[in-house]
């Protein structure tokens, strides 16, 4: 019976992933290396025009930073210039109410499957609260370029604890960049370049291992812009990022570690204008990245296979992704996000797998989220919309095979810095374990699927 198990699962279709590795490779090196290499005297681009004011803005992101700062700017001498220091941050609370347990607890990735767990939970937090502050330097002039200059510095309460109300700091931001009219370079810890965008969920967690892809890494970013037209252009990004190793963390049979080469990054993407809101540009973005992970599997693995100990395992991470943000008129947005790779648990994705620790061999994933956003008027607004992150059952013996989604909530802005809303969702989690009748019926994981329903209601103000 173990025979017969085994040769299904070499009879995957090999060939098709080596071809859509090899063409994702191509792509990401191409764009990714030009963009980091090409010049710095690249011929300055004209300005934008500026759009006309709107009566109404464009939607709000609920877990997007605040753009502005209520504390006065501080500004510190350094010779002949002088350096700018604006502080920001949110006080962020929220109630989290589930109809079964989901984790981590006080925002979901994923559900707990019934079997385990299943009984419903109420969480009151406020960790989410963040601090930080942008830097300004002097400008920079290299050769026909103009470059300003500024930093970051940002932190939130989701570190390690004792107890959720003796939290930790977590570094969320960390970096210094220049930019001028067609350049910015950047250094230091911040978004990754492919898959942008946020689904407007009041969710802290933004659809990450439910079909939003990406997520937070030391980097050094290169980004080119140039004009197609009067309200056109095409921007071309690349970044070089610290290789991540995400699994097994507590696993002391297994020691993890990053390879000898950055995982590359790259997106390309076209601006234009919309044809149904001439004020408000249309975006779509093909985003990709390629690199390692590192295992030294220090013990034999677990059964059925029980593979022996292996060192200096390496494990391909890959994907391709497509963004999309299309508004529909002055007050409506059509947006989302699209993924294919593996190996993803670095980046959020594959419901927080990357490796099956009984086939050592990638798992491979598809995935994504859309949403409508709707601006009912200048202090209403609504995000309605669903993801799904869909692991290949193939790739794994145990474990999460499917994760998804459906969310729609209702945001006051009660003034510029003060919001609250409320938020209902509706998810859904499928679980395997294919090792039935290969081991004993008591070390089998969970099969059974994990579902349940969240409200929220969070209260939020910006300083």
Not at 143 to 151: D, H, L, V, W
Not at 428 to 454: F, N
Request: proline share 7%.
């Amino acid at each position: 019976m173990l025979n017969n198990f085994l040769d299904n699962m070499k009879s995957l279709a090999v060939s098709d992933r080596i071809t859509t590795i090899g063409r994702t490779s191509a792509f990401v090196l191409i764009v990714g290396v030009w963009a980091l290499l090409n010049p710095l005297r690249a011929e300055e681009l004209p300005p934008l025009p500026e759009a006309e004011p709107q009566i109404l803005t464009t939607p709000r992101i609920a877990n997007s930073d605040p753009q502005s700062s209520l504390i006065p700017t501080t500004v510190f001498p350094l010779g002949e210039e002088s350096l700018r220091v604006e502080p920001y941050g949110s006080l962020w609370g929220n109630i989290y109410y589930s109809t079964s347990r989901t984790n981590p607890g006080p925002f979901t990735l994923w559900v707990r499957s019934e079997e385990d767990q299943g009984e419903s939970s109420l969480d009151v937090d406020a960790r989410r609260s963040r601090i930080g502050a942008r830097l300004f330097g002097e400008s920079v002039e290299v050769g026909p370029e103009i470059f300003q200059t500024r930093g970051r510095v940002e932190v939130d309460f989701f570190g390690q604890f004792l107890t959720e109300n003796r939290a930790g700091v977590r570094l969320r931001h960390v970096y210094w960049e220049v930019e001028s009219e067609s350049s910015r370079y950047l250094i230091g810890q911040t978004d990754d370049v492919i898959s942008p965008l946020l689904p407007g969920t009041l969710n802290f967690a933004v659809g990450r291992s439910a079909g939003n892809l990406g997520f937070r890494r030391a980097q050094f970013q290169a980004e080119k812009t140039y004009r197609l037209g009067k309200h056109s252009k095409l921007i071309l990004q690349g970044s070089l990022n610290q290789d991540i190793v995400d699994d097994f963390p507590t696993d002391p049979g297994i020691r993890r570690e990053s390879v000898d080469w950055p995982v590359i990054e790259s997106r390309v993407a076209v601006q234009f204008e919309s044809p149904l809101a001439s004020e408000r540009p249309a975006t779509v973005g093909f985003s990709g990245h390629l690199g390692e992970t590192g295992f030294d599997f220090l013990a034999s693995g677990p059964p059925p296979l029980s593979l022996p100990p292996a060192d200096d395992v390496r494990i391909k991470t890959w994907s391709i992704n497509v963004d999309f943000e299309i508004p529909l008129s002055e007050v409506t947005t059509f947006r989302g996000e699209w993924f294919r790779g593996a190996n993803l648990s670095p980046f959020l994705g594959g419901i927080g797998q990357g490796v099956c620790p009984c086939l050592r061999r990638p798992i491979h994933s598809d995935g994504g989220w859309f949403e409508l956003d709707q601006q009912w008027n200048p202090v209403w607004e609504s995000h309605f919309g669903a993801g799904i992150d869909d692991p290949e059952d193939e790739d794994s013996l145990l474990g999460r095979t499917q994760n998804s989604f459906v969310f729609g909530n209702l945001i006051f802005q009660v003034n510029d810095r003060l919001s609250t809303g409320w938020e209902v969702t509706w998810w859904k989690t499928l679980y395997h374990d294919e090792r039935a009748g290969l081991i004993p019926a008591a070390d089998l994981t969970p099969r059974t699927p994990g579902e349940a329903v969240t409200l929220e209601w969070m209260v939020r103000y910006n300083f």
